[in-house]
């Protein structure tokens, strides 16, 4: 199913499964926090691949207001709100 959903966007299939490994990667970085900067990665990957699939599906005729466009701004507000989170537990700690 997603490699039809690939090939209807004009992408290569072999780029699911890479990308599955780097999604599933970067929850467990995220959920994880032993690492800031591999944290901060996890987000910035995050936001990329949302932001491109958003530029796909216009690009495709999709429209703009689709389900990574939503994605792209849940990513920001997750990550601002886990950085105030960050913040203030490191002045409690």
Do not use: C
Not at 4 to 14: H, I, M
Not at 18 to 45: Q, S
Not at 52 to 57: D, G, I, K, N, S
Request: proline fraction near 2%.
């Amino acid at each position: 199913m997603v490699e039809g959903f690939f090939k209807g966007l004009n992408y290569p299939t072999y780029l699911v499964i890479p990308l599955a490994i780097a999604k599933i990667l970067g929850v467990v970085m995220i959920l994880w926090r032993k690492n800031k900067w591999l944290t901060e990665w996890a987000y910035a990957g995050f936001f990329f691949d949302a932001l491109l699939a958003t530029v796909a599906h216009y690009n495709a005729g999709h429209g703009l207001f689709g389900m990574s466009f939503y994605a792209v701004i849940i990513v920001l507000i997750s990550y601002f709100l886990g950085l105030s989170v960050r913040q203030k537990n490191k002045l409690i700690v």
